[in-house]
């Protein structure tokens, strides 16, 4: 996969999704997500899942990141790093991935668990056709 990314950049991005993740609201799963999309101006916005009683409420942490930064004026990202405290990774769900591919379909998708180990693939790969 071509850099899009210095390596620092990469870490600091992958820091800050499992940071994200600590202030996950999971009353009902326990299942803390965190996020964090790189921007094309180098900007990292977080997010992190916010659980409701009413589970069609709850929203993921990858679509608050992603709205975090629309909210200031961001409308063009290179990767976005998700963190669960899992020995499995966790892929983006559907309605993640189709927000995800509305601003960036190259967007790169680094995917890392509580060993630190990671995997990285293209939107694309994920989402092969998404809503247009």
Do not use: H, W
Request: some cysteine; aromatic content about 12%; hydrophobic content about 40%.
């Amino acid at each position: 996969m071509k850099e899009i990314m210095s390596k620092q950049q990469k870490i600091k991005l992958l820091e800050a999704a499992k940071k994200a993740s600590r202030f996950a609201y999971a009353p009902y799963s326990r299942f803390r997500v965190g996020a964090a999309v790189l921007t094309k101006s180098g900007k990292i916005f977080t997010g992190c899942n916010v659980e409701n009683a009413s589970y069609g409420l709850t929203v993921c942490a990858e679509r608050i990141a992603i709205f975090k930064a629309i909210a200031e004026a961001e409308r063009y990202f290179d990767a976005i790093a998700i963190y669960t405290n899992t020995k499995d990774f966790t892929l983006p769900c559907g309605a993640c991935l189709q927000v995800l591919a509305e601003f960036s379909e190259n967007l790169r998708v680094i995917i890392i668990n509580r060993y630190r180990k990671i995997k990285e693939y293209r939107l694309s790969e994920l989402m092969p056709y998404p809503f247009k």
